[in-house]
């Protein structure tokens, strides 16, 4: 009773981990079995794999065949696995050597005729492979671009699987990846062409500078998706530690480039209004996919028209927004993904939403239950909140002064640096990641400079997490004034981001 052994690697949401794939061949009648949880793509490989390894010339063995997939109790979800159970199959009849599988890792969908198809995930899971000390893997020759960004494992592509067969054999080589290709600086909406609006210019700024949340309320057209596509070009390019995280959400999710597959800048993503709450947040049958919140890790969330979401989309936002990561629950197992991302809502202040207030047509009441579809909690972690005013003909004719993206991008990155200087011992990369009680206590304010919270606090109008939002706003406002504490000036700047609700 033959047996070989290939190694694959599962994906739980982006953490691998290593599969061994097991071949027994045995006496009796001719059938496939495949053991160690597969889902119903995976179980549709034993029939891939035969076609595939008998369209590549290649015998496919009599009596019954045994595959086995461990750890048997983790699931194992899709097709990345039908390279490595050709491997074993073929190293079990003898019709290859098992020497060059031991320290290899094999990913890749076989089509019938034995070509090797890409498959979502081979970044994370070759730095899952790289994490568990294997150094070689072959993976599918399209996907080489992207498997090549993984440092300190050697990757080679495999258009077919005779293309393995005869590199088992020691016959021939795998493709080898191409040197990168110098990367174009990206390009991106320029702040310029936005008329007018100082205050939502400044505000953008302000976000950008310490990684805070924005609400824009104002009539149609007057520049609140402008300002919103125009905010990841402010912020600072992403680090090769943060680049390798977005691409492996990404990669996941199958919306990498195959050209230029590696996220540089952080990712802007506006769903729909009509996008359920599986796809914002992420789910599905099995083992949970990224949602939106996940795909714009570290870069932006826009949700415009927020108030037609609907509150179930919005409210499942609210434990995001403070943890940084999404947590999802399904019968086959829990998987986490990462979502820390700048959260920029845009909202008319009322359904009929004319150009001027004048014009409305719509009751108090009606204007308050319109509003009211985004509720206090959530309001309450949003940073700022930012009234935008209908344009006048005076400002869309003015189009000397308005700043570009790259000269408010200057200011930002070096309030960044200042914070991030600040906070470096203490791991926080912005403003916004401060926790409360750090800014209450170890970087506590003089009193007559949180005056003015304390006053808030007694009336009701802050709550404790809004107080402290405020601090962080605070911290920001002094980086980019360039100074060292916040006083009495920025706190009173924060608390006015605070109070500017839509009304």
């Not at 198809?117 to 081979?122: A, E, F, N, T």
């Not at 302000?206 to 057209?221: C, D």
């Not at 808030?456 to 962080?472: E, M, T, W, Y």
Request: glycine share 10%; net charge neutral; proline share 8%.
């Amino acid at each position: 009773m033959p047996i070989a052994k290939a190694w694959s690697v599962a994906l739980l949401g982006i953490d691998g981990r290593v599969i061994e794939i097991e071949a027994d061949l045995g006496g009796g009648l001719s059938r496939v079995t495949l053991v160690g949880l597969p889902d119903a793509g995976l179980r549709e490989a034993k029939d891939r794999v035969r076609s595939a390894v008998r369209n590549s010339g290649q015998p496919w063995p009599d009596g019954k065949v045994t595959l086995g997939l461990s750890p048997a109790n983790l699931p194992k979800v899709g097709s990345a696995y039908d390279l490595g159970i050709a491997a074993a199959v073929l190293a079990a009849t003898g019709a290859v050597p098992a020497t060059r599988l031991l320290g290899t890792i094999l990913l890749g969908e076989l089509a019938l005729d034995g070509r090797v198809r890409p498959v979502r995930g081979i970044l994370p899971g070759l730095l899952a492979a790289r994490s568990a000390g294997y150094e070689r893997a072959v993976v599918p020759a399209d996907s080489l671009v992207e498997a090549a960004l993984v440092e300190g494992i050697d990757v080679a592509g495999a258009p077919h699987l005779r293309d393995l067969v005869a590199w088992l054999n020691n016959e021939a080589g795998l493709v080898a990846p191409e040197p990168p290709a110098p990367a174009e600086p990206p390009s991106v909406p320029d702040l310029a062409d936005v008329v007018g609006q100082p205050e939502a210019r400044w505000a953008l700024e302000v976000a950008a500078a310490g990684g805070h949340h924005l609400l824009f309320t104002g009539p149609p057209g007057v520049g609140k998706t402008m300002l919103a596509r125009r905010l990841p070009g402010l912020l600072p390019r992403l680090s090769p530690e943060e680049s390798l995280e977005v691409t492996a959400v990404h990669s996941v999710d199958g919306s990498l480039s195959k050209s230029s597959p590696l996220v540089t800048v952080p990712p802007f993503v506006a769903p729909h209004h009509s996008i359920t709450v599986a796809a914002l947040i992420g789910g599905g049958s099995g083992l949970a996919s990224p949602g939106a919140i996940s795909r714009a890790h570290r870069g932006v969330l826009f949700l415009d028209e927020v108030c037609e979401f609907g509150g179930q989309r919005l409210e499942s936002l609210r434990t995001v927004l403070e943890e940084g990561e999404v947590r999802i629950a399904r019968v086959k197992g829990a998987i986490t993904y990462p979502a820390r991302f700048q959260l920029v809502l845009a909202t008319n202040p009322c359904a009929c939403a004319p150009p001027k207030d004048a014009d409305c047509v719509c009751s108090p009441t009606a204007r308050r239950r319109y509003l009211g579809r985004l509720s206090g909690p959530l309001l309450d972690r949003v940073d700022l909140r930012v009234r935008l005013r209908p344009l006048s003909a005076l400002s869309a004719h003015d189009t000397g002064t308005a700043e570009s993206t790259e000269t408010v991008r200057g200011r930002v990155l070096e309030a960044r640096d200042r914070a991030t200087r600040r906070w470096r011992e203490h791991g926080w990369r912005s403003n916004s990641e401060v926790p409360g009680p750090a800014l209450r206590r170890q970087f506590s304010l003089p009193g007559e400079a949180t005056s003015l919270l304390d006053r808030a606090l007694d009336r009701g109008i802050l709550s404790g997490r809004g107080a402290d939002r405020c601090l962080r706003i605070a911290w920001t406002l002094a980086d980019l004034d360039g100074e060292p504490r916040p006083g009495t000036e920025q706190v009173g700047s924060a608390l006015a981001f605070r109070e500017r609700v839509a009304a």
